[in-house]
């Protein structure tokens, strides 16, 4: 067995930055709502026509393949992170590849689609690959682009402030250093809650009344459609079914149980504590969870990466975007304990453990 260590990191964020003052002019709601719920004070959103899931994917992993001080020649696999990707079908990572130049190479690729948990799966993949000899450098991506399925009515406004674009990547390396890379990685799901954080439409489901799922909305209905025209209707889209639907309080509530768990878990694999991290970085869920989870773990705010302040909540783009900025800030030295841990829709989580 072979160690798999990040080599390389990158992140690229549209450059249009839309405030809390810019949503009041969509929805009704406030800078102080925003901040004091969510920690968010900017996020940023593509150009339409300019960037997607996948030219944003492709534009960090560059930087991190620069980093790394290889060629892209020399990418073995593609995995990207995302719940967003440019078209229903295809995945976003058969697009980086192209982007990438990596298409007459027939470099694989292939979609993760774990919701805000995504990269966490994604480098646990990546990792077994490079670790078992498979491959030599894996690209791992996460990328999302939420602006464009947000609903900016204020039906929509508990969800839509918190969501941002943006894509992080790192190139994660075959290393013969004993002790050197991911340590372990846990990861769990909980399917029972699939529709507290959910975008119905498009999907198969066909946003179909189904009296075994639970649910405390109306976003469940009979639709009129027939055999191969029930993907998007108008009936669907008058009742918002193509845009993300959350129960925020069932989020929160679990978010806080589970982020500080699996953490616990992944260290106590490998003979860790708390005490041992040098850097937490947390999905960018929400700052109050971040904050609230770094308190239970009885880590210090130097200890732990946080950006959601600036880009929202960016998905499976979040805890990728955090490594690259850390280690540009110089937060993360060679021989550091970092922790990535994150939750969300799914539900899903899980953590993963790296020495630097
Ligand atoms: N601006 C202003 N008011 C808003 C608003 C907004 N953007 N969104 C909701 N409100 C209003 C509601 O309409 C409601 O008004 P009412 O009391 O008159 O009915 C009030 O604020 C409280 O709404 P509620 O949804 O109960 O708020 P909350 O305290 O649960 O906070 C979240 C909402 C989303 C901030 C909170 O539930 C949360 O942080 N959940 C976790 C979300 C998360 O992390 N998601 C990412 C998953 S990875």
Not at 26 to 53: A, P
Request: net charge negative.
């Amino acid at each position: 067995m072979f160690g798999a260590r990040i080599a390389g990191t990158g992140y690229h964020v549209p450059e249009n930055i839309v405030t809390n003052a810019d949503l009041t002019r969509f929805m009704d709601t406030s800078d102080e709502w925003i901040r004091e719920r969510t920690g968010i004070r900017e996020r940023r959103w593509v150009t339409r026509g300019k960037d997607t899931t996948a030219t944003l994917g492709a534009k960090a992993a560059r930087k991190a393949i620069a980093q790394a001080g290889i060629a892209v020649s020399d990418i073995d696999f593609i995995i990207v992170a995302t719940l967003s990707a440019d078209y229903y079908f295809p995945g976003a990572s058969v697009l980086v590849q192209r982007e990438l130049g990596l298409s007459e190479a027939g470099t694989g690729a292939i979609d993760i689609k774990a919701q805000c948990t995504g990269f966490i799966y994604a480098l646990s993949i990546a990792s077994q690959y490079v670790q078992t000899g498979m491959y030599r450098n894996v690209l791992v991506i996460g990328s999302e682009v939420h602006s464009m399925a947000l609903d900016l009515s204020t039906r929509g406004r508990a969800i839509s402030v918190i969501f941002g674009d943006g894509a992080g990547a790192i190139v994660l390396q075959r290393t013969e250093e004993p002790g050197r890379g991911v340590l372990t990685s846990k990861l769990h799901a909980d399917g029972r809650f699939a529709e507290k954080l959910v975008m119905p439409v498009p999907g198969s489901h066909g946003g179909y009344h189904d009296d075994r799922i639970e649910t405390d909305t109306d976003w469940q209905f009979k639709p009129a459609g027939e055999w191969g025209d029930f993907f998007v209707t108008g009936q669907m889209l008058n009742k918002a079914l193509v845009y993300p639907y959350m129960d925020g309080r069932n989020v929160f509530k679990m978010a806080v149980q589970k982020f500080p768990e699996v953490t616990i878990e992944a260290l106590e694999a490998v003979g860790l504590t708390v005490e041992d991290i040098d850097l937490f970085i947390p999905h960018q869920a929400n700052l109050r969870i971040s904050n609230y989870v770094a308190d239970k773990l009885g880590l210090p705010p130097e200890k732990v990466w946080n950006n959601i302040q600036r880009y929202g909540n960016t998905t499976a783009a979040s805890i990728p975007i955090g490594i690259a900025e850390a280690v540009q800030a110089g937060k993360i030295k060679a021989g550091d304990l970092v922790c990535l841990t994150a939750f969300g829709s799914g539900y899903t989580w899980g953590s993963v453990l790296i020495r630097w």
